[in-house]
């Protein structure tokens, strides 16, 4: 249903932009006129946002394999990627290659980048385009996890390579290896084939043009003309089905953003440490194990060391020694400088390490809640006063009617059934002592004299 409604949405704002403010070359003039018309069976936009991670991977291969077998007109890549994490996108990178429907990759919109492995895909295609304000490169490293792996000169070539095939300047695109081109020098160096604003703009610049795929040379028909009140315009000719994540690999994409992992982890534990000392319903304690489970499903495509994960765990246990203490003591200072140590190595080596004001935010956070508010809940917590009735035993209070020998007393402003001697009765406003708690009702004597009749009340008649 999510789908469904993406697809609507997509032709519905696809028709309502200007398409007709894009001039458009006719296809005679600048095409070979042997070139057959593309079918119109819809165009496909999967939307490709963060890291090439295996849900985006998966998306993309399901999506450039359902395109084919449908024989959709048009799959358009939207691109914003820092490069590949957990993945190796050579298969993807081969898919487009040998796709038999035209692919265009955009980088876009403004301010989105195609850093590492994700420049393979822009190389790759049939058709590229980058809009302003955006940026392609540098390449290297393809792998934002294991960034050794594929040496610079081997990037470079697999660049060239792929560039070639889809008759674009090879040494433009290699010229992205080691540099953040940007959109003019992209298009300047031939890395692309054009700059494109929008989406829309780029669909109504390939309205028209061949584009040469392994299948042949595909025509494309992507618009008509269509007569409003404000004149001709022209809208797609075809449904545009747009494609994102669903919600379980958009929530595993997420988990793998390092920030995320790891605040999660940090934020999990504390939780559970808290639900100790606190002893409450279990909500901070199930809130904190789903928070650690959580951050274990994004440790397990990033490359956390497993000793920094252990340095965070005593760090949080440091912190715990010295609030069941109940002060400031060696095992908070140990455990600071274990949080510390822990976050900053978490995943050192790599270019996956989360954000430096993520791990500011986190250490001063988890300090600030252990020394404050966990000291602040076990201070409530063991300092409030048993009120248990056997405590009462020997409590002052005041009758406040008769007690002979049964009546009301009063004990900690609260009233109390109460039962005295016969030989002592009580009268009302007089002070009285709590000997004894049967049940609900409290065995209680005269402030003064009660003792002797005390050992001869009611117990003995």
């Known amino acids: ?30 095409q070979p006129a042997a070139a057959p018309a593309a079918g119109r069976h819809g165009i496909d936009v999967v939307q490709v946002n963060g890291a090439l991670d295996p849900p985006n991977v998966s998306l993309l291969r399901s999506l450039i394999r359902d395109a084919n077998r449908k024989q959709a007109t048009l799959l358009v890549i939207q691109l914003d990627s820092p490069g590949a994490v957990d993945s190796d996108v050579r298969p993807v990178v081969e898919a487009i290659r040998t796709s038999g429907v035209p692919i265009a990759v955009w980088v876009g919109p403004a301010g989105s980048n195609a850093k590492g492995a994700a420049v393979e895909l822009v190389a790759a295609a049939p058709v590229a385009s980058v809009s302003p304000g955006s940026h392609i490169g540098p390449a290297y490293p393809l792998a934002l996890d294991h960034p050794h792996a594929t040496p610079r000169a081997e990037v470079a070539t697999r660049l060239e390579s792929l560039a070639s095939a889809a008759h674009r300047n090879p040494q433009g695109i290699a010229a992205a290896t080691s540099r953040r081109l940007s959109s003019g020098d992209a298009r300047a160096l031939g890395a692309v084939d054009a700059v494109e ?58 988990l793998t953003s390092p920030s995320i992992a790891y605040f999660l982890f940090v934020a999990g534990l504390a939780l559970i440490v808290f639900e100790f000392f606190t002893a409450g ?18 440790f397990s495509h990033l ?7 252990a340095l965070l765990a005593v760090g949080i246990l440091g912190f715990a020694v010295d609030v069941q203490a109940g002060g400031l003591g060696f095992w908070t200072f140990a455990g600071f400088g274990s949080l510390v140590a822990g976050s900053l190595t978490l995943m050192g080596g790599t270019h996956l390490q989360p954000k430096w004001w993520v791990l500011v935010v986190v250490c001063a956070g988890t300090t600030v809640f252990m020394l404050a508010g966990m000291t602040a809940a076990v201070r409530s917590r063991f300092s409030t006063p048993t009120v248990g009735r056997e405590a009462m035993v020997g409590e002052m209070g005041q ?20 039962r005295t001697n016969r030989a002592t009765p009580i009268r009302a406003g007089d002070a009285v002592r709590v000997v004894e708690v049967q049940g609900l009702v409290l065995e209680v004597e005269p402030e003064a004299g009660g003792a002797r009749d005390y050992r001869h009340g009611s117990r003995s008649t």
Do not use: Y
């Open 399 to 418: 009758a406040e009617v008769d007690v002979a020998p049964d009546g009301v007393v009063r004990i900690r402003d609260a009233l109390w059934r109460a």
């Open 303 to 309: 490359p956390v060391h497993p000793w920094a994960v």
């Open 197 to 254: 604003p929008t989406l829309v703009s780029l669909l109504g610049r390939l309205d028209g043009q061949t584009v040469v795929t392994p299948s042949g040379p595909h025509r494309l028909s992507l618009a008509k003309v269509q007569q409003t009140a404000n004149g001709p315009r022209r809208v797609p000719n075809q449904d545009v089905h747009f494609h994102k994540l669903d919600l379980v690999q958009q929530a595993i994409h997420t």
């Open 281 to 298: 319903v279990g909500l901070a304690g199930l809130a904190g194990a789903g928070a650690v489970v959580g951050a274990f499903i994004g």
């Open 1 to 30: 249903m999510l789908r469904r409604a993406l697809c609507v949405l997509g032709t519905t704002v696809a028709a309502g932009i200007a398409l007709a403010s894009v001039v458009v070359t006719p296809a005679a003039a600048t």
